[in-house]
Nanobody, 127 residues
C-alpha cells in the first residue's frame, strides 16, 4: 500500500499561483500513475491532471490546460501540481491519488481507477 500526503494549499488572489506537493510512501511510487482531482462543496469530484509512472505522459482537464502543470520526481517520491493564473472557480479541495499498474490512459480521468488517496489540501482563490 501507499500513503499520500498533500501540501501547499492556501488562499490566493485571482491570477496568482500555488504549487501543490504530494509526498508518497513506499518503494513502489515509481510504478504508479498519479493524478490530481478536486472537489468543491456539493460538487462531484473532478479530474484535474494525471501523469504516467515514468513522467513521460501528462493529461489535463480542459478547464486547466495551459494554466496547470503536473510533474513528478520519483527520486523524492513526490508529485507536484503547479497552478498558475488561478481563477475563483479553481477553489476546491485538491486530492492526490495513486493508480497501481496496469494503467490505461483511456481511464486516467476516472476516480474509481485510483486505489489510494491523500487527505486533500484546500485551495481558495479570491476575486
Amino acid at each position: 500500500q501507499v500513503q499520500l500526503v498533500e501540501s501547499g494549499g492556501g488562499l490566493v488572489q485571482a491570477g496568482g499561483s500555488l504549487r501543490l506537493s504530494c509526498a508518497a510512501s513506499g518503494r513502489t511510487f515509481s510504478t504508479y500513475a498519479m493524478g490530481w482531482f478536486r472537489q468543491a462543496p456539493g460538487k462531484e469530484r473532478e479530474f484535474v491532471a494525471a501523469i504516467s509512472a515514468s513522467g513521460g505522459s501528462t493529461y489535463y482537464a480542459d478547464s486547466v490546460k495551459g494554466r496547470f502543470t503536473i510533474s513528478r520526481d520519483n527520486a523524492k517520491n513526490t508529485v507536484y501540481l503547479q497552478m498558475n493564473s488561478l481563477k475563483p472557480e479553481d477553489t476546491a479541495v485538491y486530492y492526490c491519488a495513486a493508480d497501481p499498474p496496469p494503467w490505461y490512459s483511456d481511464y486516467v480521468n476516472r476516480p474509481r481507477v485510483y486505489h489510494y488517496w491523500g487527505q486533500g489540501t484546500q485551495v481558495t482563490v479570491s476575486s
